[in-house]
């Protein structure tokens, strides 16, 4: 393992760690980004199947038939 400053520094100068953390950052914001989608469109389920359950309207305040409330919430 050569630690010699000036060949990391032209490692990360031609982009090999900086394209790899790039990509990095890419994909975890994209997973980030569905699981909370996800999140929310089960919460939104969740939601109306208790309120079938239990006789009631549910949440209908935001959106159509309450569909944009898992964004308010």
Do not use: C
Not at 29 to 49: C, D, F, P, Q, W
Not at 52 to 61: E, K, L
């Amino acid at each position: 393992m050569n630690l010699d400053p000036i060949q990391i520094w032209n490692e990360v100068r031609g982009g090999g760690v900086l394209l790899g953390l790039l990509g990095i950052f890419i994909v975890g914001g994209a997973l980030i980004n569905l699981i909370a989608v996800y999140a929310g469109l089960s919460t939104l389920i969740e939601r109306k199947v208790a309120a079938h359950m239990q006789a009631r309207v549910g949440p209908y305040r935001v959106g159509p038939h309450g569909f944009l409330q898992w964004l308010a919430d």
